[in-house]
């Protein structure tokens, strides 16, 4: 793992390395992701079909939506204590996003004016459950639960097929999350499938949910014919520390994100070079008791670093321009930190809250802004699952109070029409109101 002072002139060379991770893939990914995308259009569930056979190895033609009772039987095999803890994980998902519910509102004024923000959850709502390297039961109760919370009408999932079926975790998820439709699909098909519509797969208002860069890369092409959470990256994981705690906590946090995958990023930033010398040294160690210690091993060697900074104002200040996904305050006093603290999708305080926590059972949602975008986005939530609309009612006071306003800012644009509607309500009007 290298280790690096801040001051250093190659610091900014590495910094640039690790965040632009993944880059150089987009243009050869883009290319596919259309071809895919156009076929699923025109042909629909026939492309969904061929893409599943070629890239899945497994047939789907006539099973691409999974029966209830598949689902059932799903989450009846595995065993009861697991089932256990998929709940416990979603009643307190749940509870933490019913704090995020929003309401209507109307407020009127002394001149009869009403105007207010009306409400509405979206109609459906189709969420992505990746398969591949691991089985994220997880993701179905982060993706789901909070368009329950939302209102969604019909929640739709669509999660790739092994050639030894569907995870049954990944279904027993689905079933206690409330999920109204499964489908067994995956990749850029699986996106094209729920955004424009097939004879199977219902198209959806929007879409939510992680997956590799081919589906990172569909979705943000489908933005428009539906509406996309974010356009998430490989994931990643800052650490600041300030020489105190245990190194082999902070160790074992950073392999954390690098087992997820090759292209994951795992920093620490620490005040203290005898820490960053113990944790380098634990990281290598524990990561050769890993079973995933091959893709951990290429994430560590290329994206992972230890940075050797000035002081926690200075550290605080490289995490804000990184603005990772995952960050863990791990000192003495992180809530004096926070303060410092602008962009970032999850804050972990504390020697006793590794990330692992966030990702599972503490309740906010894991589905997080990657590769920078912290900057201006947001975790999932309810929020995304609804709309507001703009209400608006003018008393016949209002619009004499405000119309010949109305009619003026209407000349400045040039908008003749624009007050003359305007005009025609006034009670006394104006003759430039009647030309």
């Known amino acids: 793992m290298r280790v690096i002072e801040s001051k250093d002139k190659r610091f900014p060379a590495l910094l ?36 599943t056979r070629k890239f899945d190895g497994v047939d789907v033609k006539g099973r691409i939506e999974v029966a209830s009772r598949e689902i059932d039987r799903a989450a009846s095999r595995i065993p009861k204590k697991d089932l256990r803890l998929i709940e416990l994980a979603a009643s307190r998902i749940e509870s933490f996003h019913k704090k995020q519910l929003q309401n209507s509102w109307f407020t009127t004024d002394g001149n009869g004016t009403t105007l207010g ?63 109204d439709r499964v489908f067994r699909i995956g990749g850029a098909q699986a996106i094209a499938a729920l955004a424009y519509g097939t004879k199977t797969v219902p198209r959806v208002d929007k879409i939510t949910g992680p997956g590799n860069i081919y589906v990172a890369t569909a979705k943000r092409l489908v933005f428009g014919a539906v509406n996309i959470d974010m356009i998430a990256g490989p994931s990643e994981i800052l650490i600041i520390n300030d020489g105190t705690g245990n190194p082999s906590w902070i160790a074992m946090d950073l392999l954390s994100q690098a087992e997820h995958d090759e292209l994951a990023s795992s920093i620490l930033i620490t005040t203290s070079r005898e820490m960053a010398g113990a944790v380098e040294a634990t990281v290598a160690k524990e990561m050769k008791k ?7 091993g290429v ?72 590769g920078g975008t912290a900057r201006f986005s947001s975790p999932l939530g309810v929020e995304d699952f609804i709309k507001r609309t703009s209400v608006i009612s003018f008393s016949q006071r209002s619009i004499e109070a405000l119309g010949p306003d109305v009619k003026r800012f209407a000349d400045l644009e040039g908008l003749e029409a624009h007050g003359r509607s305007a005009g025609m309500r006034l009670k006394k009007k104006d003759r430039a109101y009647e030309k």
């Open 16 to 51: 640039s390395s690790i965040t632009g991770r993944g880059e150089e893939e987009t243009g050869r990914v883009e290319a596919a992701v259309k071809a895919i995308l156009v076929a699923v259009r025109k042909d629909g569930d026939l492309a969904l079909v061929e893409y």
């Open 117 to 179: 923000v009306k409400i509405t959850p979206l109609e459906r709502a189709g969420i992505y459950v990746p398969g591949g390297k691991a089985a994220y039961p997880s993701t179905v109760l982060m993706n789901a639960i909070p368009a329950k919370v939302a209102g969604v009408d019909e929640v739709v999932m669509a999660t790739p097929p092994g050639k030894d079926g569907l995870d049954p975790y990944v279904l027993a998820a689905a079933r206690v999350a409330g999920v």
């Open 290 to 296: 890993l079973k995933r210690r091959k893709i951990a």
């Open 299 to 370: 994430s560590i060697k290329n994206y992972g670093a230890i940075i050797i900074a000035r002081d926690l104002s200075e550290a605080a200040a490289v995490s804000n321009s990184i603005a990772p996904e995952h960050l863990e305050l791990f000192v003495e006093k992180p809530f004096e930190l926070l303060g410092e603290i602008r962009n970032a999708g999850a804050v972990f305080l504390g020697y006793h809250t590794p990330e692992a926590a966030g990702d599972y059972l503490a309740g906010p949602n894991h589905t997080l802004p990657t």
